[in-house]
T-cell receptor, first 113, second 114 residues
Framework: DAGVTQSPTHLIKTRGQQVTLRCSPK?????VSWYQQALGQGPQFIFQ???????QRGNFPDRFSGHQFPNYSSELNVNALLLGDSALYLC????????????FGPGTRLTVT | DQQVKQNSPSLSVQEGRISILNCDYT??????FLWYKKYPAEGPTFLIS?????DKNEDGRFTVFLNKSAKHLSLHIVPSQPGDSAVYFC?????????????FGTGTRLTIIP
């Protein structure tokens, strides 16, 4: 039973560039949430996708956008990268948007220089 | 505004003893609480959860206690083992729209001393 997978593992980008991160949910899960974890902090909710639509969103600017595909996989896009966007980006999946228990992938470490 | 707080950044416990990790919350709309464990270079791993209709949930060596009136929960690990050394995150969620996301604390680094 495959768990949540994310790619790439690490990424280095320059300020102003754009980045796309990818996530495949755990088998049988149809809801994907994205979190940003800065150093020394807990994960912060970015947004959640269900039925290919953004269902709810945290306090992140419009530079952060996402997409969910018919096979439930998801992408996180960040435009006009800032130094402060350097963080671990975590994808979590669940069995429906109302399910509290979310299962996390290993994350993508993004460094913006 | 930190709605979920873990006031102890770190905790060291002798192997075999009890580890107690604490968490406080401020949002009264939270009705489900979870503990996650995180090793370096890995994503958080779900450990145990509790609904607000209960005050205790047990799973093997792990027990979570919830005190709704104090808006406080704790995770007890007995007996503590070296493999328990990790960062533990408390998270909370609500059933009403807008609160279904997980809101995390800042984590407590637990070190088990052999």
């Amino acid at each position: 039973d495959a768990g949540v997978t994310q790619s790439p593992t690490h990424l280095i980008k320059t300020r102003g560039q754009q980045v796309t991160l990818r996530c495949s949910p755990k088998s049988g899960h149809d809801t994907v949430s994205w979190y940003q974890q800065a150093l020394g902090q807990g994960p912060q909710f970015i947004f959640q996708y269900y039925e290919e639509e953004e269902r709810q969103r945290g306090n992140f600017p419009d530079r952060f956008s996402g997409h969910q595909f018919p096979n439930y996989s998801s992408e996180l896009n960040v435009n006009a990268l800032l130094l402060g966007d350097s963080a671990l980006y975590l994808c979590a999946s669940s069995l429906g948007p109302g399910q509290y228990e979310q299962y996390f992938g290993p994350g993508t470490r993004l460094t913006v220089t | 505004d930190q709605q979920v707080k873990q006031n102890s950044p770190s905790l060291s416990v002798q192997e075999g003893r009890i580890s107690i990790l604490n968490c406080d919350y401020t949002n009264s709309m939270f009705d489900y609480f979870l503990w996650y464990k995180k090793y370096p270079a890995e994503g958080p791993t779900f450990l145990i959860s509790i609904s607000s209709i209960k005050d205790k949930n047990e799973d093997g060596r792990f027990t979570v206690f919830l005190n709704k009136s104090a808006k406080h929960l704790s995770l007890h690990i007995v007996p503590s083992q070296p493999g328990d050394s990790a960062v533990y995150f408390c998270a909370a969620s609500g059933s009403n729209f807008g609160n279904e996301k997980l809101t995390f604390g800042t984590g407590t680094r637990l070190t088990i001393i052999p």
